[in-house]
């Protein structure tokens, strides 16, 4: 039996999805884990693959304990360079683990639908071929930490995915969604289908089959390169990855000045 992975998940109701289901095909364990009703995080991960930090309703700004907690904690991963992924708020507790800020649009604009991904050059050195649409369901963005590399980017919200050191990725976007979770969100979380920039509930469903197919074959694709082993001889320093290219241009320059945000 092959060591599971690590999940962590914020709400009583929340699933891994379709990346638990990508796994659990794989014949990987689950370990699942919700640390916001007590649930004790590992002091190491050498019993798990790898670790994976699911979204939620909250900020990676609260000030509750268990979002403090978590956030101290992915420094256990990152220190063994374990397989690590963000997804959303997963994603925004990563950066600001690694020094970023995360921080709502400017202009209250959210992003709750499908919206069009951009890879960079390193995006397409992880895996290929991305997805053009992926889905999206959060009104906070992050900077692009120091020494990480961009992945993919969008419109309103310039970061979308990008790589730290050997094994730890972010993803804003949601490829975890289900039909099922796409019915349970437009409905208990109703309210943000009204804020600035989100898709009517009914684009929302539209857009899957048009989109989905895409995403599913990106999904397989990226978890089989996340589980892969690590490289140490490639990766000795997670900071010099900033070394000048594609994804180190966004650390520096304009990709600086503009943040987490594009001007639209």
Request: charged share 20%; with cysteine; net charge neutral.
């Amino acid at each position: 039996m092959p060591n599971p992975v690590l999940v962590v998940l914020h709400q009583e109701c929340s699933t891994p999805g379709r990346v638990g289901q990508f796994l659990q095909a794989r014949g990987i364990p689950l370990d699942i884990r919700r640390p916001r009703y007590g649930d004790r995080l590992p002091e190491t991960l050498t019993e798990h693959a790898g670790a994976i930090v699911f979204g939620g309703p909250m900020s990676a700004n609260d000030p509750d304990d268990f979002v403090k907690t978590e956030i101290d904690w992915l420094a256990v991963p990152l220190a063994e360079q374990k397989p690590l992924l963000g997804i959303c708020l997963g994603a925004q507790m990563l950066a600001k683990q690694l020094g970023a800020r995360v921080a709502p649009h400017p202009d209250g604009h959210v992003e709750v639908g499908y919206y069009p991904l951009r890879v960079t050059l390193d995006g397409r050195r992880v895996c290929g071929p991305w997805p053009g649409h992926v889905y999206q369901w959060h009104r906070e963005g992050f900077e692009l930490p120091a020494g990480a590399r961009l992945l993919a980017e969008g419109d309103a919200f310039r970061n979308q995915a990008f790589r730290y050191g050997p094994a730890a990725y972010g993803l804003q976007f949601h490829p975890e969604v289900t039909h099922a979770m796409m019915c349970r969100w437009t409905t208990r979380g109703h309210e943000r289908l009204s804020l600035p920039g989100a898709k009517p509930r009914l684009a929302h469903f539209a857009d899957r089959p048009v989109y989905d197919g895409a995403v599913r074959a990106w999904l397989s694709a990226f978890l089989d390169a996340w589980l892969a082993p690590a490289q140490p001889a490639a990766h000795s320093d997670a900071r010099a990855e900033a070394r000048p290219g594609r994804g180190a241009e966004r650390v520096t320059g304009i990709g600086l000045a503009a943040g987490p945000f594009a001007a639209g």
